[in-house]
Each structure stands twice: as C-alpha cells, then as structure tokens.
C-alpha cells in the first residue's frame, strides 16, 4: 500500500517540524496538520516565516519548501482526517494535574479525544500512527475506541515515537540515528508497517528503520528519555562531589566520557535538565512501574528527577549563600530562559524554579532570553502559582538587551547555554554592575579565567 495522503492531529513541537519535513521529503505524500489551536494554525500559516509558532533552526526554509504545495495546516480536523489513509496522532501528553496519578502519571485525555475523534469520522480503514509519547499499552485503549464503532472500517494502530529533540529538531529528522515502528504481529500489522517505513525511506536507508513489536516501541520510548536524563543527573551528582573535592566535573566528564562503553555525549553538566519531556516521562514510568506493584524498580527511576530537582535547588542557593546570605533587593540577571539553546521552548526550565527560589527571598530579577517572548516568561511563573500575577511583574523585569539587564545588577546567573553569551563584552558588563561582581555560570560556557581576569568573582558548576 503505498500513502498518498497524511493527516497530522497536533501542530506542535513534534508534530510541526516532523510532517514539515516528510512533506519537503515526499512531493507525492499531500499532509494536513491539524489543531484545535485557531492561532497556532494562523501562525503556521503567516507568510512571515519568522512568525512561525515554533523557532528550530532551519525549519523555515522547509516550512517554505513545501507549504501550500504538499504541506498545509488547518482547523479542519474532520476533513483532514476524513482524506488521510494514515493519521499520526502528536498531541500532548502532559502529566495529569487532577485525580487518580496526579502528578505522575500522563494525561491521556487528548489522546482518546482524537482516538474517539477518528472513530466517529473515519469511513474507509485508517492506519493511526502514535507519534505522541505514550505509556506501555495505550495501543490496546486506542484499539478498543476505535474498533467499537460498528461501521465496518478496519484501523491499523502502530507506534513511531519521535527522538527530535529541540533545538536540533531538523536536523535529527533529516538524519535520525534510527526510526522506531511498531506494529502487530499478524500480516494486516505487517502490511501497516511496510506502508510507514515507506514512507521513511523516502530520505533514511532501511537499514535504519527499526520495527518491532508495538508495546517494544512504546515502551523503548520512555526508556529512552529515562537512560538520557539519568545521565544527566548521574554528572549533575558528580558535580556536587567535585565541588567539595576540588575535582573538575568537566575533566571527570572528559575522562570517562573517551570509555567508548560510556561515550561522550550527554555529560554536560548543568543547573538541571528541563524541557516538556524527561520529568513527564520519567515520572510516568514511575507511575507504571509502581502500578505493576515494582517499587523498587519504580524508587530507582525517581532518584533522577529528586537529583535534578536538587540540582535546580542548590543552584539557586548558593547564589543566596554567596551574596552574603541576602539577596533581598538585589538585581540578579538571567541570561536565558528556554531550557535549553536554539529553540523558544521554556517548558520545565530549571529557569522558573531558580526565579521562583530567588523571588521567595525578595530578589529583583532581570532576564534576556535570545529568543523568549515576555509573555511566556510571566506565564510560566504565573503557572506555578506561588505569588501573584503583579508580584511577578513587580520581581522581573524582561529585556530586550542584555547589556540593559546586567546593568546594575549585582549577579549575573546563566541559565542557558546561548552561544551569543560566550561572544559579549564581558568588560563593559563588569564596569556596569555593581561591585562586587558575581557570575554563576549554570552551564559552564563561559571563560573563567578572562573573567576572573575582568574582576568578576565566578563560580561554575563542578568546580
Ligand atoms: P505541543 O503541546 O507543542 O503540541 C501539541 C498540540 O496538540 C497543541 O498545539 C494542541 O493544541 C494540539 N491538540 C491537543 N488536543 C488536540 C485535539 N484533540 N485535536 C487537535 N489538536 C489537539 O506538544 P509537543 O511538544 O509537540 O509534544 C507532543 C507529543 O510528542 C507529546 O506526547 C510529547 O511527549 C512527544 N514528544 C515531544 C518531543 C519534544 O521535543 N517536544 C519530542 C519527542 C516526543
Ligand atoms: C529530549 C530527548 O533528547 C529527545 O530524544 C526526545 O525526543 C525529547 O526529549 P529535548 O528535551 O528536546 O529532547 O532536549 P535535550 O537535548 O535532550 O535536553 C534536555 C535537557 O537536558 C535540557 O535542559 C538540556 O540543557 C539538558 N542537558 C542535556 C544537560 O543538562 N546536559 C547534557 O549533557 C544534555
């Protein structure tokens, strides 16, 4: 069976560039995505390729390759799925706030939405790809909404969870280390999964187009996120020990890092891994875990999120602690807000938690962020609920210029690693704070010894 059309319910971080780009690489495949979103819709649409919802580096250009050729974003969630052979599902699964698993487990409640969705409109056999996040086994709820309508069409279900991450998210699409499909084991599953690795081969080599069964692929995404983020807590834990021990957790990192059983990548260091994903994830495989009654394999995962959470804490305590034990009145600049560089995400930004720790001892916050809008940075503090929305305006300040945000202050805190810090006339910054002057360098990226050179009193992660 060879997909001539797409439908794409969720136009967001991972459902946006993932079907911009099977659009740019299949001219023959039509893709709608669709939301619920009326904005992000119009936004995705703006001719203003600037405007889009969503920054990732080179994602404009493909956006503009194939939109309004083979690539269109709608509200029209009926007629999109009604056209589609296949229908991806990337909505959001955050964790639940409410009820039973608050706190832990993830919401599914937009998944079934769209599962129901589907069911009710679909009138000839659909192939429903996850490309969601799910636990192990939603599969089998999907299946049972949608086979449960009497009116006769057959539905494929698999599972192709999505590794982007953001800030590289084009180029991990153009060049996955692998692509994941899971499927039923009998022949229609087969023949399901054939049409998906089809459609992937129009740019990745079969030879990295992975298919198993389909709780494997549901269930290898969560373990993906957990190995990921447990590497980062295992350095983040590291650096408290080199801080007391005179050890550097960037040459630890290196030193063990060239173990080729270990491997190099993902040992930065750091105030704490944030991002929409890791904590949600990790936290519902918890929740599994201990729904099958396994605590011990259940506590062993949740260690990474109390070390992160840890990690976010001291970070901001030290620099209470090393500001003569006040901070009170004093102007601390951010720079940087997303969770990480190249992207405008802010979600589960170690960010939020270091203002809200800082803002809790009566600090002025002063932030640049590259690439985040002032409203997000409000919400996110508003999200928390901890103060009111006009103490929140009355504690931070929001800059478009970041030499504007350091001016006065008497700490500047990094809190993302933008690559423009590293390149900024640091001596201009000193002469325009107050003395002393400090930096916490919560990513490492900055040159300790010119700017201790400058005057600057600095303290880096691990060191
Ligand atoms: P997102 O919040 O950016 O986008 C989800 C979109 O779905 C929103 O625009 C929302 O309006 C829309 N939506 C929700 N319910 C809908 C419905 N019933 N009909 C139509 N539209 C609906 O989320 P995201 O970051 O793109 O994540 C989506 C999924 O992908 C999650 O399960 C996430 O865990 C997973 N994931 C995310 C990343 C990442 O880097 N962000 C990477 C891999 C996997
Ligand atoms: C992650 C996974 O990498 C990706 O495969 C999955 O699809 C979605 O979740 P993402 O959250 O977008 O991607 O970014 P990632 O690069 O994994 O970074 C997550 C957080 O960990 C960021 O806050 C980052 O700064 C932090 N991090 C990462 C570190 O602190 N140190 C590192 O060495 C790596």
Redesign the pocket.
Known sequence: MKIKNICCIGAG?VGGPTMAVIAHKCPDIKVTIVDINEQRIADWNNEDVSKLPIYEPGLADIVLSARGKNLFFSTDIEKAINEAEMIFISVNTPTKTYGVGKGMAADLKYIELCARQIAEVAKDDKIVVEKS?LPVRTAQAIKNILENTGNGVNFQILSN?????????ID?LLHPDRVLIGGDTDEAGQKAIGALVDVYANWISRDKILTTNVWSSELS?LT??AF??Q??SS??AMSELCEKTGADVNEVAKAIGMDSRIGS??????????????QK?ILNLVYIAKSYGLNEVADYWEQVIIMNDHQKRRFGANIVKTLYNTVSGKKIAFLGWA???D?N?TRE??SIYVADDLLYEQANIAVYDPKVKEKAIYRDLNYLSTRTEEENKKGVTVHIDPYEACKDAHAIAVL??WDEFKTYDWQKIYDNMKKPAFVFDG?NILDEGALRDIGFIFQGIGK
């Open positions: 971080y996040t969870p999505e590794f982007l991450a953001e800030g590289t998210a991990d995404k993906a996120n990921l983020a590497r980062v350095i983040n990548k993902f040992l930065k260091s750091s105030v704490g891994f944030g991002g929409s994903c890791f994830d969770f990480k560089k992207t995400d930004s170690a993302t690693e990513r």
